[in-house]
């Protein structure tokens, strides 16, 4: 798959992972789990250049004596969810078209 491609599909992803609700790094990856395999270093990248871009925000709270740092979508971020919604019609259009014979096949 295309680096570009699916590094915007990661970034969605996780977006999406931490929509509903405030979330911290462990608890991501265990959410995106039954549906893709994310490594720790991975999500910070993904997590450090959302944070740049204002498509979320970072608070630090402390559990069980440790700092935890929680991440909370922004308007961006879920604006950005969207228009993947809307983009991903398109994909799944040509994907029909270029996969058209196949399935006749």
């Known amino acids: 798959m295309d680096a570009q491609l699916k590094r915007g599909l990661l970034d969605?992803?996780?977006?999406?992972?931490i929509k509903s609700e405030d979330s911290y790094g462990y608890k991501i990856i265990k959410d995106m789990k039954p549906y893709l395999e994310l490594s720790e270093s991975t999500l910070y990248t993904i997590l450090k250049r959302l944070e740049a871009a204002n498509m979320l925000t970072v608070r630090t709270a402390e559990h069980d004596g440790r700092l935890r740092k929680y991440y909370r979508i922004t308007e961006a971020g879920v604006r950005r969810i969207e228009d993947f919604k809307a983009e991903w019609k398109e994909v799944i259009s040509i994907y029909r078209f270029v996969t058209k014979e196949e399935q006749h096949e």
């Open 12 to 17: 969605v992803c996780v977006l999406a992972a």
